[in-house]
T-cell receptor, first 112, second 116 residues
Framework: EPEVTQTPSHQVTQMGQEVILRCVPI?????FYWYRQILGQKVEFLVS????????KSEIFDDQFSVERPDGSNFTLKIRSTKLEDSAMYFC??????????FGSGTRLTVV | AQSVTQLGSHVSVSEGALVLLRCNYS??????LFWYVQYPNQGLQLLLK??????LVKGINGFEAEFKKSETSFHLTKPSAHMSDAAEYFC??????????????FGTGTLLAVQP
């Protein structure tokens, strides 16, 4: 069964550093998403991406965040200057024309 | 704004007992509805979804859910709990039926414990 692949599985970074979280969505999917889950809390929507542009973003997705699909296969989330409160599990998801959202296994980001 | 309410942040059942996890949604039009399961330190796995058609939806691992428009509910059930069902369960809605975004909005989750 097709999978969404996320790398790395764990990342530890110092406050103020830039991080890039990587995702390889399912190849024939058209819609791409990033979500995050702070430990013990619910899964929160960050951003959706379609046709090479952001289609919607949440209040969480401020100027410190950006997304790219640089080469038609990878889908990345960049945090420019990480804060302690950015520590969370970040999930990438993709969706085809049906409503089958497939999630990756997540990247656990720890900001120290 | 659309929202999802999961009643009971923790549910404990005995092995072999009925599992009932509650989910109610708030939406001006019936949304698409989903249940996801998350095992410790793992990602989100789709259990089942309702988009159109039959309101009783069967999913993986013996779970099913029924969409009840009049009650704005989508409760998850399993007739007989197994130890391996212990996990966190998230109800989610996709509020739009068109458009490029169709993001998922998640409930706060229900942690299911299964006692031997």
């Amino acid at each position: 069964e097709p999978e969404v692949t996320q790398t790395p599985s764990h990342q530890v970074t110092q406050m103020g550093q830039e991080v890039i979280l990587r995702c390889v969505p399912i190849s024939n999917h058209l819609y791409f998403y990033w979500y995050r889950q702070i430990l013990g809390q619910k899964v929160e929507f960050l951003v959706s991406f379609y046709n090479n542009e952001i289609s919607e973003k949440s209040e969480i997705f401020d100027d410190q965040f950006s997304v790219e699909r640089p080469d038609g296969s990878n889908f990345t989330l960049k945090i420019r200057s990480t804060k302690l409160e950015d520590s969370a599990m970040y999930f990438c998801a993709s969706r085809g024309r049906s409503y089958g959202y497939t999630f990756g296994s997540g990247t656990r980001l720890t900001v120290v | 704004a659309q929202s999802v309410t999961q009643l009971g942040s923790h549910v404990s059942v005995s092995e072999g007992a009925l599992v009932l996890l509650r989910c109610n949604y708030s939406s001006s039009v019936p949304p698409y509805l989903f249940w996801y399961v998350q095992y410790p330190n793992q990602g989100l796995q789709l259990l089942l979804k309702y988009t159109t058609g039959a309101t009783l939806v069967k999913g993986i691992n013996g779970f099913e859910a029924e969409f009840k428009k009049s009650e704005t509910s989508f409760h998850l059930t399993k007739p007989s709990a197994h130890m391996s069902d212990a996990a966190e369960y998230f109800c989610a809605v996709s509020p739009l039926r068109g458009g490029a975004t169709n993001k998922l909005i998640f409930g706060t989750g229900t942690l299911l414990a299964v006692q031997p």
